[in-house]
């Protein structure tokens, strides 16, 4: 079973400064790979995705994130921080099995920014 | 265009009663997921629709079912209600065509049980 592991919960940083969330992923193939941002009382938008060629792919809002198949990892990251970036992000993945498609959330990783 | 709309956005009830959450995805999609968020277990899977047939479905007990009509909204139900589905339901919309298709979430239900 696909399993998405994001291991920090709460994330603290400076503005300007610059940020990684890590996301480590469980699945037999490479999964199709996803990074959402929540605001409070908000819904989720997609930040960027990966589904397969360049592992390193561009996002909105200045985010990026890298896919490293030999560490099973989809880590984010922005050279630097606005006090606008805080909310909490969630890695997801998605798969393809039994004719159906299965997405599953990593537990999220809420970002304080500090001036 | 427009996107996800949910309604309404926040609902009270009291436990045992029943409860509907609407959503109507963007125009064009014929994909609708429901998703469950709570503080504890995070965002989890509740099921999808898919031009009227459920597609797929999550660990969730009977009391939660849905539907989709033939413009692709959504309705979900939640029957004798529990303190524990206090939660934040949130629906996301998508083509439907394959996994690289995004999905796009509305601003979500916030349903308090009491």
């Known amino acids: 079973a696909q399993s998405v592991t994001q291991p920090d919960i709460h994330i603290t940083v400076s503005e300007g400064a610059s940020l990684e969330l890590r996301c480590n992923y469980s699945y037999g193939a490479t999964p199709y790979l996803f990074w959402y941002v929540q605001s409070p009382g908000q819904g989720l938008q997609l930040l960027l995705k990966?589904?397969?060629?360049?592992?390193l792919v561009q996002g909105i809002k200045g985010f990026e994130a890298e896919f490293k198949r030999s560490q099973s990892s989809f880590n984010l990251r922005k050279p630097s921080v606005h006090w606008s970036d805080a909310a909490e992000y969630f890695c997801a993945v998605a798969t393809y099995s039994g004719g159906y498609q299965k997405v599953t959330f990593g537990t999220g990783t809420k970002l304080q920014v500090i001036p | 265009k427009a996107g996800v709309t949910q309604t309404p956005r926040y609902l009270i009830k009291t436990r045992g009663q029943q409860v509907t959450l609407s959503c109507s995805p963007i125009?064009?999609?014929?994909?609708v997921s429901w998703y469950q968020q709570t503080p504890g277990q995070g965002l989890q899977f509740l099921f999808e629709y898919f031009s009227e047939t459920q597609r797929n479905k999550g660990n969730f007990p009977g009391r939660f079912s849905g539907r989709q009509f033939s413009n692709s909204r959504s309705e979900m139900n939640v029957s004798t209600l529990e303190l524990g589905d206090s939660a934040l339901y949130l629906c996301a919309s998508s083509l439907g065509q394959g996994l690289n298709t995004e999905a796009f979430f509305g601003q979500g239900t916030r349903l308090t049980v009491v």
């Open positions: 125009s064009g999609h014929r994909s």
């Open positions: 990966y589904f397969s060629g360049d592992t």
